[in-house]
């Protein structure tokens, strides 16, 4: 074993940007070095849906640090870089290109990538899926007004993209296999709203669509359904949903269920491998369940508080999950967990807003999920969020009522 | 040089609440503390362009409607990661039952 041996991040996206700087913040001084295939710094990648194609923002406006921060810090960085393979018995990551590195202690910080449709087709050019800059970077000069762009998948990427690309002026249409829009996160009070603004906004959307193929002739040109409808179109996004990155784990011998298995200080089944973010699967704070999420805030909640378990820190990871979408002048938040709530508390606000609240048999809320215009539900999910933490009953009148404050409700709590 | 401007009334917010003021084509966020002191940042937070007048105000901390980046508004301290600039600050005066806020001249 080699003491002097670097801690190596392999994945330089959002948790494992956040876990090196974090590293440095909590004063870990010892050789550090983060390996990402990308070309890029860490980033951001919530833009790559909404600014990015919208403003044509920079990318640089994404990056989690920058080079002369890293440098500063000593943070070694291979960039553009794919680790092949780790040896857990002697500590050793082998490159792609042969080169091997001893490590003292290991972050995988893979994230996933975006599946794209078995179906015939998808190799055309044209066929478009959305996960990092360089497919931003792709997408953007396709959606001038007057082109036409199939999205395939309600999902959160997918309506993203399709109102990013209504705004631009793009004919849009959005085919989905369930019977609601971003049915496995969402409840159905949800989808409704959210189905109800994309048709407002002159977005096509079909649900319980089936597609048969992908046509054209080099490059995409038509979308055919199941029931032999063609549907014509210059570009087609897949947003179909990410496939975790846990083959260098599973490989490793690590083990692996629908992420790498982490316990509660997100170390994996070996002592001297710890896992975050997309890629990983974590036992949940409440329940004890193995969850892996796909968001923002667990990338750089996860990547923080692993910066102080790979230092010996003992605490388990216990973060709310907690994520946003916005599409068009709309966002949607949604904090907690809403599976398994005994009751639900629906609160109508002002210009077409809902705050949903999930409470269990005990009255004690477990999650919420908030639609509104703007930012206009942000603060009741922040104050949800500190009601969730709170543990105590709460009278299901006064959320549902709009004029009582979440705030004074918090304050109650906090006093009894 | 600065020059005094009137952003509200005294009692357009509430204790431990914020306020979005927009000025000459700029946007500023009014805040009254727990202790009924006034402050006064500006309006966006440094991490996204996202009004700080959307989010939750708690004792001395402002915390973002996006990302729950969390600033001291007295001082405008960034409190860490998502945000890591610290917001820019105004000094502010009550008068005449207004709040004003002292602004560089352009
Ligand atoms: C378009 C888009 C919009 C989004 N919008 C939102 C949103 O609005 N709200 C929200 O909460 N979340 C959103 N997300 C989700 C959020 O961005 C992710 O949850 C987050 O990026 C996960 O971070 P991560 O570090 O786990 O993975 P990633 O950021 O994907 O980083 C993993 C990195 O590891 C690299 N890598 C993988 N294997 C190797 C290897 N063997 N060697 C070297 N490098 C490797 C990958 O190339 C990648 O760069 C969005 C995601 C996308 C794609
Ligand atoms: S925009 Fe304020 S924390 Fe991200």
Redesign the interface.
Known sequence: MNHSAPIIIVGAGHAGG?AA??LREQGYAGPLLLIGDEPHLPY?RP?LSK?LLLDSQPAA?CHIGSAEQYLTLAIERLAGVRVAAIQPQSRRIRLHDGRELDYQQLLLATGGRARQASLPGADLAGVQLLRTLDDAAALRPRLQAGQRLVVVGGGFIGLEVAASARQLGCAVTVLEAGDRLAARALPPLISAKLLALHHSRGVEVRLGCQIAAFRGDGSVNAVELADGELLACDTVLVGIGIQPNTELAAAAGLAVGNGIRVDARLRTSDAHIYAVGDACEFPCPVSGQPQRLET??NA?EQG?HVARSLLGAADAYAALPWF?SDQFDHSLQLAGQLQAAANCVTRALPDDGLLLFYLDAAERLQGACGWGA???I??DI??AELLIRSGKPLPTAALADPASSL?SLLKGVASV | MSHWIAACDVDDIEQ?DVLRFDHAGRTYAIYRAPDDQFYATAGTCTH?K??LA???VMDHII?C????GRFDYRSGKALG??VCVNLQTYPVKLEAGRVWIALADA
């Open positions: 956040r700087l974090a951001e833009a600014q406006a923002w805030r750089e923080r946003w703007g930012n206009s942000a603060r922040k104050l705030k | 431990e996204e996202v009004h959307d989010g939750l915390e409607p996006k990302h729950n990661a998502p």
